[in-house]
């Protein structure tokens, strides 16, 4: 087991300093933000593949399947990676070489990414039309309670495999907790979960942007959505790609603290010197990607209901006609019973440390909560910073070996 692990890091350290062509063959580069996934998959050596799964509701997912660059190894379990809120599989694979899902796949794993549904890739149903009110019709729950569970069998079945490693960034996190309270069976088929950043509960708050959500979406109310209802607006921040070019022109990659990462920094927590102005460019080419308002409210939501974790609220009288009380229903976290590792920073200004902590204290099953080392360490720097390799994604990456070999 820690043979393994110190093949793996010797592999990575050989790569970096003998500049490997294959493994290694580029840095980061801002051109990837005018590729599509499988495009900047297929640019750094690695076969990928193109899967469709549809949910029991009918939407329509695409997956990417990165196949391992060794292809030999015995045991090793499939992973599957999450995005998170505006986000899509393209989380993964924008720090050039070193992209979490290139490491995964140079450590031998078969890697799937994820697309949620209303996101780029992901904005077909069997019989809804994209623009329409129903279509829009979901939630953070229905993606945990539909689109969990069908990506995971599809997983399994593909892989030959009975179980999969599951890794879910911010929002990645908060629908696999849904899918486990709701559907238990599906603790399961989870060998491992890894938890970045877990966005679960929001009952301290260091952001002034937070409180500002908090003020407005108090419990029992559900004023916007009906505005938005009368508007006919259902969809939030679609992919366009305004934010790249307006990054272009004014976030150049050559200036260290450009106002991108300032901007950044004020949402995520302030960490300029451990940024890479060139991967924050390439990170606007895939965002925002898309999803539904009423996504957007459940997250409010739960950020303005004083650190409760539950369904989505629909006023007092829509809840009691959907869920038959006045309030909606708190998710069962108890019966999420799969192993959860947790990684979270110390300066992240959209999820507390301290509310990680209470989520690890009500979970049934954590081996561990890790704070990030580098006490910098914001939100977006889980995908963005110039060390997340070494503090964060070849630690993650080690532990599956652990857990491979069990």
């Known amino acids: ?19 490997d062509r294959e493994q290694f063959k580029y840095g980061v580069d801002d051109k990837d933000a005018e590729l599509l996934v499988p495009e900047v998959i297929s640019k750094y050596g690695y076969k990928v593949e193109d899967h469709t799964v549809i949910t029991e509701d009918g939407y329509v997912l695409k997956m990417f399947r990165i196949l391992p660059k060794r292809e030999n190894i015995v045991g090793k379990k499939p992973v599957l990676l999450v995005h998170g809120l505006w986000n899509s599989s393209a989380n993964f694979v924008l720090n050039g070489s070193s992209s979490f899902a290139f490491l995964l796949a140079l450590a031998g794993y078969d890697v799937w990414l994820a697309n949620l549904r209303g996101t780029r890739y992901s904005k077909e149903h069997t019989k809804l039309p994209g623009n329409s009110k129903e279509y829009w019709n979901f939630s953070c729950h229905e993606i945990g309670y539909y ?24 929002q990645g996190t908060t629908v696999y907790f849904i899918m486990t309270s709701t559907r238990p069976e599906y603790n399961s088929k989870i060998a491992l979960m890894i938890a970045i950043t877990p ?3 929001w009952k301290r708050l ?3 942007l937070l409180r500002i959500v908090q003020s407005l979406f108090q419990p029992g109310t559900n004023t916007i959505l009906m505005i938005t209802d009368v508007l006919n607006v259902f969809q939030f921040l679609p992919y366009n790609g305004n934010f790249l070019r307006i990054g272009r022109f004014l976030c150049h990659p050559d200036v260290k603290n450009n106002l991108c990462l300032q901007l950044i920094g004020l949402v995520a927590g302030q960490h300029v010197e451990g940024s890479n102005p060139r991967t924050a460019l390439t990170y606007l080419g895939h965002y925002p990607q898309g999803t539904s308002v009423k996504q957007v409210l459940h997250i409010a939501q739960l950020i303005g209901n ?22 909606p229903p708190a ?12 990684y979270y920073g110390l300066n992240d200004l959209l999820v507390h440390p301290r509310d990680v902590q209470e989520l690890s204290r009500m ?44």
């Open 1 to 19: 087991m820690r043979a393994t692990a110190w093949w793996l890091i010797c592999q990575l350290a050989a790569a970096t300093i003998a500049g």
């Open 147 to 170: 689109d969990l569970p069908a990506m995971i069998d599809h997983v399994v079945k593909v892989s030959d495999s009975e179980k999969v490693f599951y890794v879910g960034y911010s």
């Open 199 to 201: 966005a679960n509960l």
């Open 206 to 208: 260091r952001n002034p």
């Open 306 to 327: 004083g650190g409760k974790f539950r369904q989505f609220d629909y006023g007092h009288d829509g809840n009691l006609e959907k869920y038959g009380s006045w309030e």
């Open 331 to 342: 998710y069962n976290l108890t019966a999420s019973t799969a192993a959860v590792v947790i």
């Open 363 to 406: 979970l049934p099953h954590v081996i561990a909560t890790i704070p990030i080392a580098d006490r910098k360490f914001n939100h977006v720097d889980f995908l963005l910073a110039k060390n997340v390799r070494e503090v964060l994604y070849e630690k993650i990456v080690q532990t599956l070996e652990e857990f491979s070999a069990k």
